[in-house]
């Protein structure tokens, strides 16, 4: 599975983004997909995580309520739509596509992972 991450860029605090994911390859539909985020001079950390039917749903504590992660398995295409951004929600963003069983937020257990798209928070 090859992964391409866009739609990041520069918003005000209080503003929207909508990050894609576009996947290419093997079945799509049968990887579940996450979110991660990396700030400088931080670990790459757990933002949000759908399963591959797009029924579950998990969310890291610090954009619960703020973000929402969907999927579009005719599209072959993962979202997270991004509101009341924060500045310290500034990071490069990645998503990545596990297969087999479920772990949502540990990093280590997702397969492939795409190039990442920076967005920045202005305070």
């Known amino acids: 599975v090859q992964l391409q991450a866009f739609g990041g860029g520069l918003v005000q605090a209080g503003g929207s983004l909508r990050l894609s994911c576009a996947a290419s390859?093997?079945?799509?539909?049968?990887?579940?997909m996450g979110w991660f985020r990396q700030a400088p001079g931080k670990e790459r950390e757990f933002v949000t995580a759908?399963?591959?039917?797009?029924?579950?749903?998990y969310y890291a504590d610090s954009v619960k309520d703020r973000f929402t992660i969907s999927r579009d398995n005719a599209k072959n295409t993962v979202y997270l739509q991004m509101n009341s951004l924060k500045p310290e929600d500034t990071a490069v963003y990645y998503c990545?596509?596990?297969?087999?069983?479920?772990?949502?937020?540990?990093?280590?257990?997702?397969?492939?992972w795409g190039q990442g798209t920076e967005v920045t928070v202005s305070s």
């Open positions: 390859g093997r079945s799509f539909s049968s990887y579940h």
């Open positions: 990545a596509a596990e297969g087999g069983a479920w772990y949502a937020s540990k990093k280590e257990k997702y397969d492939y």
């Open positions: 759908i399963d591959s039917t797009g029924g579950s749903t």
